[in-house]
């Protein structure tokens, strides 16, 4: 049975200058969705590119003291070294300055002017380089005599240009729109587009006489056409318009183009008439997402705040990146980028989370079955319920990747790796563990909790495909060329499989900034009230001296032994949103797999202190036995943060 066909595509960028982390956000996105219709099945088409005419390249390369097509080679080979660093799924790059495409534009240009859908009229118009293009009078003058789109100056171009009939096309592009509520996602851009609209279309500058980098126009050899009969066509060339019919024919209309917001109009009103002149079918979505701004403000070079995606794709890997992009914004909403935000997002949801399930896992499984998975089922109530969890996790998984609600597919298989990391505290495998009536119950727990991570594997596959293999790896499991989600089901793990543990596969990142601590006293405020005070017996302490001590309930989010120590164990603990490390002599009467989940009380404002070269920011409360056996003091349900009085 032949797969069903599924087409994507991202803007065809300018290189004009190297890539930022805003591109890489949107190519991020259609390479997810890339591989979310592969892994349900899908036979997928996904084209990315370089857009490389126009007079800005053209200036670039001459201020370079280049040809145009010696600039955009070195800058072409590092959009492509980039997407190969994040692990974009393209199935072609296709470079606008490449023959093929030459000749695809230059067949298209030529049935429409057969069709009688291109005339030449003088152009006096004014004209912004950067953007390439024209504005009229009003426009330019609406904003106060600069481009309305950036703000620079513009120039004053009189040539004789070759037109696009565009405004005949304006009403059918109208109906389309309206009788297709989810051809422009998202609704707000729906609506944007339909205003434009009704104020009435011009015809579309497509040629120019004054340059020539661009394609020759096949009528008229002292032409050359760029922008619009140029770059939208190279989704055509991605997909064997002039090369491969059958191909094309299989692939078009497109299901996606993915754009940024500021360019939904190019792709929803004038490749639409295009395409109706060509008489082709309309792409059957345009999704606009937002722009990535940085701390808060927007990427500009004169502010100095552009960010190359490789710096942090280098210092924390590929999936890091990937996974803050996706997760921290709503598609079509604008979102800020952060270093600080990526770090905190890798600690608490891959670290802690993700990490620390899998490596609980995988650990326990070694420990109490010598790494074998056994696939035994238990009548019990728990176990039935966490069972349920793959189905119903992947159905809402679906239903919010199709509706391209990217970030809240995220969260729903995060609530998943909660749920798993709760029945890890709830079972309590170190109990069961040393009770032998119990050694089923025991088995039936590690592979629900292995089948549960070989689940999330395959669901996150798709955001993060350099991590999702490595989980495969540790649960003893192959890595499949194509991950399918159709086997996230409970139960698809083999009996006797053996798992092999390795490095922890999201180790967590240390902060350079320390949060302060939730209640910090400073030195010299304690120095001055211990002399106010002065007058207590040395074992007594006064109301106020307790006061002083910040106690918190906290909960522990992670343990590790601490290498060559049998005593301290290293945990990470959440107060109330902030996230501090706690070195604690526990490690003799604890394990790391059944510490995390725990709620405890904390000395939150004690004096940092480094133990074995770990700086510990508090101490937690136990109680010892006459052996010398600590418990810790714990506060089951209450909320981490609370004050303990
Ligand atoms: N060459 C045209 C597209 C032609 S498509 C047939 C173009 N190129 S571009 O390189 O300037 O921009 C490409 C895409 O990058 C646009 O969709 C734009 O929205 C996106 N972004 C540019 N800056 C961005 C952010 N700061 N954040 C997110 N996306 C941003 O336009």
Known sequence: MTKPAFFITTPIYYPSANLHIGHAYCTTIADTVARYKR??????EFITGSDEHGLKIQRKAEENGMKPIEYVDGIVANFKKLWEMLGISYTKFVRSSSLEHEKDVQKVLQDVFAKGDIYKKKYVGKYCVPCESFWTERQIEEAGGVCPDCGRPVE???????FFKMSKYADRILKHIEEHPDFIQPVSRRNEMIAFLKQGLEDLCISRSSFDWGIPVPFDKKAITYVWFDALLCYFTGIGFGTDPEKFKRFWPADVHLVGKEIVRFHTIIWPAMLMSMGQPLPKHVYGHGWLVVDGEKMSKSKGNVVDPMAPIREFGPDAVRYYLLSEIALGSDGNYSREGLIRRWNSDLANDLGNLQYRTVSMIEKYHQGIVHKTVVDNEVDAKFRTLAAETLEAYRKQMDAFQLNDA???????????NKYIDVTTPWILAKDPAQTKRLEAVMYNLADAVRNIAILISSMMPFSAPKIFEQLGLAVPDQFHLDDVAWGNLPDGTKVAKGQPIFPRIEEEKEAKPAAAVSKKETG??????????PDEITIDDFAR????VATIKAAQRVPKTDKLMQLTVDIGGEERTIVSGIAKFYTEEEL????????????????????????LLAASDKEGHLVLAEAPGIASGSKVK
């Open 39 to 44: 892994a349900n099945g899908f036979d997928v």
């Open 156 to 162: 004053t171009m009189e040539e004789e240009d070759y």
């Open 410 to 420: 995220i969260k729903t298989i995060w609530a998943y790796v909660g749920a798993a």
């Open 528 to 537: 001055k009230e211990a002399k106010k005070e002065g007058v207590v017996t």
């Open 549 to 552: 001590l910040d106690l918190r």
């Open 596 to 619: 995390p989940g725990k709620n405890v009380i904390v000395i939150a404002n004690l004096k940092p202190a480094k133990l074995k070269g770990i700086e510990s920011r508090g101490m």
